[in-house]
Nanobody, 124 residues
Framework: QVQLVESGGGLVQAGDSLRLSCAASGRTFSSYRMGWFRQAPGKEREFVAGIDWSGSNTYYAASVKGRFSISRDNAKSTVYLQMNTLSPEDTAVYFC?????????????????WGQGTQVTVSS
């Protein structure tokens, strides 16, 4: 089992940057592919970014590509989401997930474990 704890959220202005962190504990972190999702009020949870076991391959939603960057540090059992040029449309609770299998990383069904989420609010 894996426990995930997100941090780094907050209230920022449009155009600002934030870096989210997701610290994992439990089983070997490097055996999981990781992803970030977000959920805005009244909307379904949506994929933001994903990364494979070593960090060699990354995947992004079209809405964040070029602005967000996912990375991982297996020695620290942590995955990051660097978010630049934030806009009010990025306001949501951000969740990290861990996937032990081979499912499609852009779907929430591929993930076995989730963190509790961290709130990101972008004011205009």
């Amino acid at each position: 089992q894996v426990q995930l704890v997100e941090s780094g959220g907050g209230l920022v202005q449009a155009g600002d940057s934030l870096r989210l962190s997701c610290a994992a504990s439990g089983r070997t972190f490097s055996s999981y592919r990781m992803g970030w999702f977000r959920q805005a009020p009244g909307k379904e949870r949506e994929f933001v970014a994903g990364i494979d076991w070593s960090g060699s391959n990354t995947y992004y939603a079209a809405s964040v590509k070029g602005r967000f960057s996912i990375s991982r540090d297996n020695a620290k059992s942590t995955v990051y989401l660097q978010m630049n040029t934030l806009s009010p449309e990025d306001t949501a609770v951000y969740f990290c997930g861990a996937s032990s299998g081979w499912g499609y990383l852009m779907t929430s069904q591929a993930y076995d474990y989730w963190g509790q989420g961290t709130q990101v609010t972008v004011s205009s």
